[in-house]
């Protein structure tokens, strides 16, 4: 190893570099860039893995595998413009497997109710326990995919292309079910969150 990959602070580095760039350090074998980036991205993994599957054992080990495999293969790794959409990605697909293999049912059935659900990224710190108690109400009625495409959309922020693709949707199917939650709780939601979903779809589409 170089020296260029000894450094003091490293967290203050990685963090100014671009995905590609921090990705391709990975590829080369700094072993510091590789812990940064489970540092940085840790707890939107078991965030998201969670609501994939409440087995907390099984997130865990699933996020563990993901990098293990990246670290021993990452001499054939390919580049990418989006460690966080590589990363979510993958870990759909471990726990995907791991499900297929008879692992207990769930996917999903908690999306709505962990600490910071999507309701608490699309509201924000301004709105209140009362509005998020409210949305979150009216989000449990969404069927599992919905809330999936809302999550990954306005709580990961992924672009519409990532989070098609790792939904397994067209471009256009997942705009169509994106369509579909946001009319969804406009319809059963007060005007606050008529306006606020609006203003969303401003943003996001």
């Given at each position: 190893?170089?020296?260029?990959?000894?450094?003091?602070?490293?967290?203050?580095?990685?963090?100014?570099?671009?995905?590609?760039?921090?990705?391709?350090?990975?590829?080369?074998?700094?072993?510091?860039?590789?812990?940064?980036?489970?540092?940085?991205?840790?707890?939107?993994?078991?965030?998201?893995?969670?609501?994939?599957?409440?087995?907390?054992?099984?997130?865990?080990?699933?996020?563990?595998?993901?990098?293990?495999?990246?670290?021993?293969s990452r001499e054939r790794l390919?580049?990418?413009?989006?460690?966080?959409?590589?990363?979510?990605?993958?870990?759909?697909?471990?726990?995907?497997?791991?499900?297929?293999?008879?692992?207990?049912?769930?996917?999903?059935?908690?999306?709505?109710?962990?600490?910071?659900?999507?309701?608490?990224?699309?509201?924000?710190?301004?709105?209140?326990?009362?509005?998020?108690?409210?949305?979150?109400?009216v989000m449990d009625q969404l069927?599992?995919?919905?809330?999936?495409?809302?999550?990954?959309?306005?709580?990961?922020?992924?672009?519409?292309?990532q989070t098609a693709a790792i939904?397994?949707?067209?471009?256009?199917?997942?705009?169509?079910?994106?369509?579909?939650?946001?009319?969804?709780?406009?319809?059963?939601?007060?005007?606050?969150?008529?306006?606020?979903?609006?203003?969303?779809?401003?943003?996001?589409?």
């Amino acid at each position: 190893m170089t020296s260029s990959n000894k450094i003091l602070n490293p967290g203050e580095s990685y963090a100014s570099l671009p995905d590609k760039a921090l990705w391709s350090k990975l590829i080369e074998g700094d072993k510091d860039a590789l812990a940064f980036i489970y540092r940085s991205y840790f707890t939107s993994l078991f965030k998201y893995g969670m609501k994939l599957n409440p087995d907390e054992s099984l997130v865990k080990d699933s996020i563990h595998d993901i990098f293990v495999s990246i670290w021993l293969s990452r001499e054939r790794l390919s580049l990418t413009d989006s460690i966080k959409y590589y990363l979510l990605a993958s870990l759909k697909r471990k726990i995907s497997a791991q499900l297929q293999k008879g692992q207990p049912d769930g996917l999903l059935e908690h999306l709505s109710g962990s600490e910071h659900s999507p309701e608490d990224a699309l509201i924000g710190e301004q709105s209140g326990l009362e509005l998020r108690a409210k949305l979150a109400k009216v989000m449990d009625q969404l069927p599992p995919r919905q809330k999936e495409i809302l999550h990954l959309r306005f709580y990961e922020g992924l672009d519409p292309r990532q989070t098609a693709a790792i939904m397994d949707l067209s471009i256009n199917s997942a705009y169509v079910l994106l369509s579909k939650a946001l009319n969804y709780l406009k319809k059963h939601s007060d005007q606050i969150m008529i306006s606020l979903f609006l203003l969303l779809e401003v943003i996001h589409y």
